[in-house]
Structures are given as C-alpha cells and as structure tokens.
C-alpha cells in the first residue's frame, strides 16, 4: 500500500523559510517520479517541482531561484526547501509519486503572511 505523509507546513512572515518534508512507503523510491504540487483557494493544483529517477530537477517559473527539491533515497523523503517566500506562495502543498499510476499525499498548509 502506497502512503505519502507530508509535514513541515505552517504559518511564516513574507522572506521567511519553510522545508517540507514528505515520507514515502510502499514504493520503489528511485524508480518514479517524486514531485510536490500546491493548490491555493479557487485555484487548480499546479506542479511546483519534481525530480526524476535520474535526479534531474524541474520548477515552475514562479518559485525557479527560491524553491528546492531533493530526495533522500536512504531515508525513502522527499523534501522541498522553500526561501524567499512571498503571500503568493500560500496554498497546500501536496507530495506526489507517480510510476505509471499517481499518488497522493493528504497535503500540508504553508500560509505565507505578516
């Protein structure tokens, strides 16, 4: 059974910093897709960054520069390292695991405000 467990969320002022961390069991960690997304109010859920089996990274244009993704195969995590953070950036965050079918995480909430 695939389980993605996502912590790390919560409230932080404008610039500040938040690591998400996502724990991955039931999977073949290094053979999928790992990936973590994020939805804000009235908005549809968009991909922030992933990262390949072959360790190859990808980010949306909105958080290139400030976000960071990274996988620790040992420990089976997944985690995304946020600076730099502004309001636009609230919204709940989800792990994703996808090799042939998806998975999701039950999503953390990073509320960026003063």
């Known amino acids: 059974q695939v389980q993605l467990v996502e912590s790390g969320g919560g409230l932080v002022q404008p610039g500040g910093s938040l690591r998400l961390s996502c724990a991955a069991s039931?999977?073949?960690?290094?053979?999928?897709?790992l990936a973590w997304y994020r939805q804000a109010p009235g908005l549809q859920r968009e991909l922030v960054a992933s990262i390949l089996p072959d360790s190859t990274t990808n980010y949306a244009a909105s958080v290139k520069g400030r976000f960071t993704i990274t996988r620790d195969s040992a420990k089976n995590t997944v985690s995304l390292q946020m600076n730099s953070l502004k309001p636009e950036d609230t919204a709940v965050y989800y792990c994703?695991?996808?090799?042939?079918?998806?998975?999701w995480g039950q999503g953390t909430q990073v509320t960026v405000s003063s």
């Open positions: 039931g999977i073949i960690f290094n053979f999928g897709i």
């Open positions: 994703h695991y996808k090799r042939g079918t998806g998975y």
